[in-house]
């Protein structure tokens, strides 16, 4: 059963490949919605408009997950790389904001170089694709408003493995790149664990925006660890985002 939802996931969202001032737009709405309504992690007296961005997103690449059949846009992950358009190395979140986490004793056996790897970062999934489905099997108001099929409803759940997805096939298509570095929650990693994803811990437990551990991926178990149930959905967004790199224009320079 559950195997069935991940084929027809497809059905209900697209993933979408953020390259356009229009669709960076869509990912900094999101994200302003979800870190500075939501949770209030950002100040939002900080941003003159409803769009939550930083210094980062000028030499990140981001992905959106849409809503196929009301065109809205349900989540959004970036890949912080860690360098510009012009091949200048750049800093990121981790090492502006969590450098004492991480644990010398992992990072500096395995020749770990600032340049050698990215992060990821600002995953955000909006409300009305997080809530579920009560327990009298009656949704949520947003669910009605929007009259999302209980199939639609049950796909929700996915939404972040697609995301995690993209980052990682993005990750094992970039050459220059060995590893990717991400701070999250310690249950985040292990739902990523179920699907073949393993990210190592790399550090110590650390309180910024909640809870956080530096944890590491090795390019070389990447591919190798995906699990059965999950390979054919991370070879079809293997495949799109192979497509879209190859159509798509050299990072550019942020627009304001």
């Known amino acids: ?15 979408v490949f953020a390259d356009s001032p229009a669709l960076k737009r ?7 919605q979800v870190y500075c309504e939501e949770l209030g992690y950002e100040d939002v007296t900080q ?9 980062f997103d000028t030499h990140a690449q981001h992905f959106l ?16 790389l860690p360098f510009d358009e012009f091949a200048h190395k750049q800093r990121l979140p981790s090492e502006v904001f969590c450098q004492n986490a991480l644990n010398e004793q992992i990072i500096t056996p395995i020749g770990l170089r600032r340049g050698d790897y990215s992060e990821v970062s600002r995953i955000a999934i909006r409300a ?24 639609e409803l049950k796909s929700f759940s996915h939404i972040a493995t697609c995301l995690y997805f993209a980052l990682a096939a993005y990750f094992s298509q970039q050459d220059s790149i060995q590893y990717l570095i991400a701070m999250m929650e310690p249950r985040l990693m292990k739902h990523l664990n179920r699907t073949g994803i393993y990210f190592q811990s790399a550090g110590d437990m650390i309180d910024y925006h909640g809870i956080r551990m530096p944890f590491i991926l090795y390019k070389d178990d990447l591919i190798a660890n995906i699990k059965p149930l999950f390979k054919p959905f991370f070879d079809h967004v293997s495949e799109q985002v192979a497509a879209e790199l190859n159509a798509a224009e050299p990072l550019a320079l942020e627009i304001a």
């Not at 997950?65 to 912080?80: K, M, N, P, Q, W």
């Open 128 to 151: 009305e694709f997080r809530r579920r489905i009560t327990l009298d099997q009656h949704a949520y108001l947003d669910h009605q408003t929007y009259n999302f099929s209980q199939d």
């Open 1 to 15: 059963m559950r195997g069935r939802f991940i084929n027809n996931f497809f059905d209900y969202f697209e993933l």
């Open 26 to 32: 869509e990912v900094y709405k999101i994200r302003y």
């Open 65 to 80: 997950i849409r809503h196929r059949r009301s065109g809205l846009c349900a989540g959004t992950a970036r890949c912080v």
């Open 47 to 55: 941003f003159k408009q409803p769009l939550e961005r930083d210094p």
